[in-house]
T-cell receptor, first 115, second 114 residues
Framework: AQKVTQAQTEISVVEKEDVTLDCVYE???????LFWYKQPPSGELVFLIR??????QNEISGRYSWNFQKSTSSFNFTITASQVVDSAVYFC????????????FGKGTKLTVNP | GAGVSQSPSNKVTEKGKDVELRCDPI?????LYWYRQRLGQGLEFLIY????????KSGLPSDRFSAERTGESVSTLTIQRTQQEDSAVYLC????????????FGAGSRLTVL
């Protein structure tokens, strides 16, 4: 069965600090996708990134970066120089590459960035 | 969310009543998903539609929950004899143009069972 664990329930930082959100996953599939979604206080989920299991290259997008390590089944997300607008709940998710392709979500990490 | 309309946005009902939640995705998307998000929790998969068929309904928590889809468009999630533990936000999603398996979600229907 697929499972996603986000051990950090809540994180609080001060603006401009760097913060890393952890995500560990379990799957028996050899091909799968990993995702991060952001849920701001407004409630609507925002897609951030998708990573294919074959592609272990790290990715950077502005202040966001993602570290995918297959050896440790982790897909961590780092926000550099955090801003108040980064305050949200962040979800890591995993999907199978066939069948329904449904997403299995972690419980989320609530990030609060204080001014 | 872009291309997924859900109604009602808020629903308060009494325990034991039936409720219907509606999802209306933009046309041209054969795959449609329902998820549930309880307060402070992650999203739980409920059911997946491919066209009007539901090949994966493994997430429906009990036989009080059912869903249908017609015309490869509108989907309705029905909860019969609601219980307090059914209180949650029910989210509908469709696949996007971002690539394989990327879902875009509606704003959700918040259900409160008193």
């Amino acid at each position: 069965a697929q499972k996603v664990t986000q051990a950090q329930t809540e994180i609080s930082v001060v603006e401009k600090e760097d913060v890393t959100l952890d995500c560990v996953y379990e799957t028996r599939d050899t091909t799968y996708y990993l995702f991060w979604y952001k849920q701001p206080p407004s409630g609507e989920l925002v897609f951030l990134i998708r990573r294919n299991s074959f592609d272990e290259q790290n990715e950077i997008s502005g202040r966001y970066s993602w570290n995918f390590q297959k050896s440790t089944s982790s897909f961590n997300f780092t926000i550099t120089a955090s801003q108040v607008v980064d305050s949200a709940v962040y979800f890591c998710a995993l999907s199978e590459s066939a069948g329904s392709e449904k997403l299995v979500f972690g419980k989320g990490t609530k990030l609060t960035v204080n001014p | 969310g872009a291309g997924v309309s859900q109604s009602p946005s808020n629903k308060v009902t009494e325990k034991g009543k039936d409720v219907e939640l509606r999802c209306d995705p933009i046309s041209g998307h054969t795959a449609l998903y329902w998820y549930r998000q309880r307060l402070g929790q992650g999203l739980e998969f409920l059911i997946y539609f491919q066209g009007n068929s539901a090949p994966d309904k493994s997430g429906l928590p009990s036989d009080r929950f059912s869903a249908e889809r017609t015309g490869e468009s509108v989907s309705t999630l029905t909860i019969q004899r609601t219980q307090q533990e059914d209180s949650a936000v029910y989210l509908c999603a469709r696949k996007t143009e971002h690539g394989a398996n990327v879902l875009t979600f509606g704003a959700g229907s918040r259900l409160t069972v008193l």
